[in-house]
């Protein structure tokens, strides 16, 4: 497409100090967010930048790194270094330390919540009680807005402001049909791989081809709560099966997914190969939204930057390294991270399904 011709994008190679291509690999991505790269290259961050948060020199040492990446933008002779922000990261996330491959995903929240802590604007009193007894009386659209509005009154920042978004959930008694709703704040999505794509390493026609749509089907789908699980109705006044739905409420301006690649329930860890094939472009998150939200006409999302990990099939599955793809950069600034991870360590062999 034209626009990744004309459109400027800070593409430089970051140097592998090691198996750290997973970092790169999220920091290509973090550094070609445009609202986010805005706000460092632009010096804005230092206004905000807290010093007394452990977090600031990881602050410091990202901005360098962005506006390093920016300014050196389309020089193919050479590299930039990332070991100063590494150092920062070892520093405070021990699991990140050395030179082994890491799970990206678990990177990315780190790196958030570190950027978010050390920029954090004054915290204020939350405008709305906790304990409003009429709560479950308001609209959905009033409880959305009380519940954010809280939250951002103590997580308040330009990360919050581009990355996060409000997912929905609603509780409703099998017996008596009484709702009841929660809002909870959200920096990505992790979807599942629906049960019958998994097991399938390549697909072999259309209809076994798993869509990141699929996935988000998946996440939004109703959830029985029966057995174990069963929920405790306070009209009935007793324990009741009931049915959970998780909808998305407000669009994050960039919105960051995570395939769930590993099935939490099996103790061997095995990950999912299923292929999950997304849109490039014009992803509508529309039909996983709550009929409620204030955001359904601004919830078209393209893509722009991907991180999944490579493997080669011939050699064992052993880990070969992170892509990266900086897919497409368009005029908006509605954009979308897809992030597809795994742990690894080293060159240890995975288990295939
Ligand atoms: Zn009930």
Same mark, same amino acid.
């Given at each position: 497409?034209? *626009?990744? *011709?004309?459109?400027?994008?800070?593409?430089?190679?970051?140097?592998?100090? &090691?198996?750290?291509?997973?970092?790169?690999?999220?920091?290509?991505? =973090? %550094?070609?967010?445009?609202?986010?790269?805005?706000?460092?290259?632009?010096?804005?961050?230092?206004?905000?930048?807290?010093?007394?948060?452990?977090?600031?020199? =990881?602050?410091?040492?990202?901005?360098? =790194?962005?506006?390093?990446?920016?300014?050196?933008?389309?020089?193919?002779?050479?590299?930039?270094?990332?070991?100063?922000?590494?150092?920062?990261?070892? +520093?405070?996330?021990?699991?990140?330390? &050395?030179?082994?491959?890491?799970?990206? *995903?678990? =990177?990315?929240?780190?790196?958030?919540?570190?950027?978010?802590?050390?920029?954090?604007?004054?915290?204020?009193?939350?405008?709305?009680?906790?304990?409003?007894?009429?709560?479950?009386?308001?609209?959905?659209?009033? *409880?959305?807005?009380?519940?954010?509005?809280?939250?951002?009154?103590?997580?308040?920042? !330009?990360?919050?402001?581009?990355?996060? &978004?409000?997912?929905?959930?609603? @509780?409703?008694?099998?017996?008596?049909?009484?709702?009841?709703?929660?809002?909870?704040?959200?920096?990505?999505? /992790?979807?599942?791989?629906?049960?019958?794509? !998994?097991?399938?390493?390549?697909?072999?026609? /259309?209809?076994?081809?798993?869509?990141?749509?699929?996935?988000?089907?998946?996440?939004?789908?109703?959830?029985?709560?029966?057995?174990?699980?069963?929920?405790?109705?306070?009209?009935?006044?007793?324990?009741?099966?009931?049915?959970?739905?998780?909808? $998305?409420?407000?669009?994050?301006?960039?919105? @960051?997914?995570?395939?769930?690649?590993?099935?939490?329930?099996?103790?061997? +860890?095995?990950?999912?190969?299923?292929? %999950?094939?997304?849109?490039?472009?014009?992803?509508?998150?529309?039909?996983?939204?709550?009929?409620?939200?204030?955001?359904?006409?601004?919830?078209?999302?393209?893509?722009?930057?991907?991180?999944?990990?490579?493997?080669?099939?011939?050699?064992?599955?052993?880990? !070969?390294?992170?892509?990266? $793809?900086?897919?497409?950069?368009?005029? &908006? $600034?509605?954009?979308?991270? %897809?992030?597809?991870?795994?742990?690894?360590?080293?060159?240890?062999?995975?288990?295939?399904?």
């Amino acid at each position: 497409m034209c *626009q990744t *011709q004309t459109t400027p994008r800070a593409l430089v190679g970051l140097s592998n100090l &090691g198996n750290t291509c997973f970092m790169n690999s999220v920091l290509q991505c =973090l %550094v070609n967010t445009a609202p986010l790269s805005a706000y460092f290259v632009a010096d804005e961050y230092s206004g905000e930048l807290n010093r007394s948060s452990k977090s600031w020199q =990881l602050v410091d040492d990202y901005a360098s =790194l962005a506006k390093d990446m920016w300014r050196t933008a389309g020089n193919t002779h050479t590299s930039i270094n990332p070991s100063a922000l590494k150092m920062q990261i070892s +520093r405070w996330a021990r699991q990140f330390s &050395g030179y082994e491959q890491h799970d990206s *995903q678990e =990177l990315l929240r780190f790196l958030l919540d570190g950027l978010q802590e050390g920029l954090m604007r004054p915290k204020r009193e939350p405008p709305w009680p906790y304990d409003d007894k009429d709560f479950e009386k308001r609209a959905i659209a009033e *409880q959305s807005r009380r519940m954010w509005e809280n939250y951002l009154a103590r997580n308040n920042s !330009q990360i919050t402001d581009i990355f996060c &978004g409000q997912l929905r959930s609603r @509780v409703t008694c099998a017996t008596c049909k009484r709702e009841s709703n929660c809002y909870d704040p959200f920096m990505d999505l /992790s979807l599942p791989i629906p049960k019958k794509f !998994q097991g399938l390493s390549k697909w072999r026609s /259309s209809a076994q081809e798993c869509k990141l749509q699929d996935c988000l089907e998946q996440f939004v789908d109703e959830e029985k709560l029966e057995g174990n699980e069963m929920y405790y109705c306070s009209r009935c006044k007793k324990h009741q099966v009931a049915i959970k739905e998780m909808k $998305i409420f407000r669009c994050p301006l960039v919105l @960051v997914l995570h395939l769930k690649r590993f099935d939490k329930r099996s103790s061997s +860890r095995s990950k999912l190969n299923a292929s %999950v094939r997304f849109p490039t472009a014009s992803l509508e998150l529309a039909p996983y939204m709550s009929s409620d939200s204030p955001d359904l006409s601004t919830s078209t999302f393209d893509l722009y930057g991907e991180t999944s990990l490579y493997e080669n099939e011939e050699d064992d599955g052993r880990f !070969q390294g992170f892509r990266n $793809i900086q897919a497409l950069w368009t005029e &908006g $600034i509605i954009s979308l991270i %897809v992030e597809i991870s795994m742990t690894v360590c080293g060159t240890a062999s995975t288990t295939r399904t």
